[in-house]
């Protein structure tokens, strides 16, 4: 049994979204490797528009932060809006940085295109965060990656399957050592993190 701690965050409110069908598959594949997978939705838990004077100390937040700071991957889902990151998934990313520090982010991205500057707008938020960006990320599209609610297409099935794998090795080698920074008193990026 792993000890890794995977936050899968599907950035859209579309019930029927094909963003929430492949972060689902994927965190099956994760589960099913003995990884823990907390599953993020919006409808389920709704954080309020970010507001710099409030936010942190709504109710919200502080039920989201607990999450967050648990996980050791951040796997972030967003469908392509207009070649952007779906304002779901900003109002996410908006409430926190610190908690990013040193852990790995994980792009997944529902586009009629191959979603690459939606993919780069979130390793610019890794980058910001001082978190860690997996160098590729997962595109996929509707009606021929994902139909009816199931990932359908066998080439998003081999990426999902190498994105599921390279979480479990690459997560588990960054959270490693992001732990034992924390821990330790070395000068490095997570010595501003300790307590």
């Known amino acids: 049994m792993s000890d890794l701690h995977v936050l899968a965050v599907a950035g859209s409110l579309n019930p029927g979204s094909i963003t929430r069908t492949a972060i689902d598959d994927l965190a099956a594949r994760l589960t099913g ?44 889902g967003t469908p392509d809006y207009h070649g952007s990151i779906s304002s779901t998934l900003k109002n996410f990313l908006d409430h926190f940085w610190k908690e990013f520090a040193g852990k790995l982010f994980v792009t997944m991205v529902a586009s009629h295109e191959k979603g690459l500057t939606v993919h780069d707008q979130l390793r610019t938020v890794a980058r910001q965060c001082y978190a860690w960006a997996m160098p590729y990320g997962v595109s996929f599209q509707e009606k021929l990656d ?50």
């Open 33 to 76: 490797a003995g990884v823990s997978v907390d599953a993020m939705d919006f409808h389920d838990c709704p954080l309020p528009l970010f507001d710099p004077k409030e936010a942190w100390g709504r109710p919200e937040y502080q039920a989201l932060k607990e999450r967050v700071v648990k996980a050791d991957v951040i796997v972030l």
């Open 146 to 195: 994902v139909i009816d609610g199931q990932v359908a297409s066998d080439a998003l099935k081999k990426r999902l399957e190498m994105l599921a794998r390279d979480i479990r090795v690459y997560g588990g080698l960054l959270a490693n050592q992001r732990r034992a920074d924390l821990a330790g008193d070395d000068a490095g990026m997570m010595a501003a993190h300790r307590k």
